[in-house]
């Protein structure tokens, strides 16, 4: 079956734009996850969708990022009056359950100018 | 602070040769996850532990975590240039709704 998919694959913006990168999980998965890997750096948590339970936003690094997951599917993570340190790879996950073992997809590079 | 940490940072090692990479966790893990990230790709499941004392093996890769549930090692045998990338061990701590990921270790093999 189809793995994870994300679009853009990549995504150049200026300064101060917004930005919407989408994610499709796999089908069936109730959970789903975004991560941010910069360069050189790990991956960074940033927030996770469990069936329709309110999702845990701690991991969002300013209020310039949202996220929502429309009809327990697609998710979209928007940042809002993007910075130069918000370039990086953005990367999806889903599990079948919550915390199970995720299944990532390609990721959208980000590069903010 | 870093929830997980991974050592080695980086390998290079000669084709054919056997390595370790570690994952040591302040916490107790309740469930231990390795991946390996391609360069410029996304990342791809390796193996999962949840028991303590747990291993287990795939082709040339063996996954082991610890009785005490803090520590997993991830061993590969015979190295091959196909075993390049990033190793990533991932972890449920359960402090929260949140998983971590390890700094990863990249790992180069001369072939």
């Known amino acids: 079956g189809a793995g994870v998919s994300q679009s853009p694959s990549n995504k150049v913006t200026e300064k101060g734009k917004d930005v919407e990168l989408r994610c499709d999980p796999i089908s069936g998965h109730t959970a789903l996850y975004w991560y941010r890997q910069s360069l050189g750096q790990g991956l960074e948590f940033l927030i996770y969708?469990?069936?329709?339970?309110?999702?845990?936003k701690s991991g969002l690094p300013s209020d310039r990022f949202s996220a929502e997951r429309t009809g327990g599917s697609v998710s979209t993570l928007t940042i809002q009056r993007t910075q130069q340190e918000d370039s990086a790879v953005y990367l999806c996950a889903s599990s079948l359950g919550g915390m199970g073992t995720q299944y990532f997809g390609p990721g959208t590079r980000l590069l903010v100018l | 602070s870093q929830e997980l940490e991974q050592s080695p940072q980086s390998l290079i090692v000669q084709e054919g040769k056997n390595l370790t990479i570690n994952c040591t966790s302040s916490k107790t893990l309740y469930g231990l996850y390795w991946y390996k990230q391609k360069y410029g790709e996304g990342l791809i499941f390796l193996m999962m532990?949840?028991?303590?004392?747990e291993e287990k093996s795939h082709e040339k890769i063996t996954a082991k975590l610890d009785e005490k549930k803090q520590q997993s090692s991830l061993h590969i045998t015979a190295s091959q240039p196909s075993h390049a990338g990033i190793y990533l061990c991932g972890a449920d701590m359960s402090t929260g709704n949140q998983f971590y990921f390890g700094t990863g270790t990249s790992l180069t093999v001369i072939p």
């Open positions: 532990l949840q028991k303590g004392g």
């Open positions: 969708f469990q069936g329709n339970s309110a999702p845990d």
